[in-house]
């Protein structure tokens, strides 16, 4: 029996850009819904809150860089093969957004993309959306998706 994953042909460093950059666009642009507040309690028309969420307290600390406020979700067992990291548990919040009140999703992706010169490279990627409420920033519920790239 053959693999599927042997007779898949390698993803192209455009192609894997071009997705990326489409998914980003449909995250913030067109999947984003309007505010909402607790003062007012109805919804606004016009777009997303331009108020950004609190993100979550701790996270990973990059050595010698910047702490990323996430946690990885998922079999503790499992070790990501380019990054070392290992998945912290299936209590752990996979939301990357304190007092977030909604939907998310996670998946962490492994394997090889062909640039257009030829070469090739590995790719871990941890792809994140959620879609839900949340407290802003300056105090306020809030109603967004995001993504997470």
């Known amino acids: 029996m053959v693999s599927q994953l042997d007779s898949a042909s390698a993803l192209s460093r455009r192609r894997f850009v071009q997705t990326a950059a489409i998914a980003a666009a449909g995250a913030t642009g067109s999947l984003a819904g309007p505010a909402r507040t607790l003062a007012d309690g109805h919804r606004r028309h016009g777009g997303p809150s331009a108020v950004p969420p609190t993100p979550i307290p701790g996270g990973i600390q990059i050595p010698g860089g910047p702490q990323i406020h996430v946690w990885a979700p998922g079999d503790p067992s499992v070790t990501l093969p380019l990054s070392g990291m290992t998945l912290m548990g299936f209590d752990v919040d996979p939301s990357a957004i304190t ?51």
């Open 99 to 149: 007092d977030f009140r909604g939907f998310s999703a996670v998946a962490f992706h492994v394997g090889t993309a062909q640039g257009s010169d030829g070469a090739t490279y590995d790719v871990e990627t941890d792809l994140r959306a959620y879609k839900g409420t949340y407290i802003a920033a300056d105090g306020r519920e809030r109603f967004a998706s995001f993504a997470f790239i």
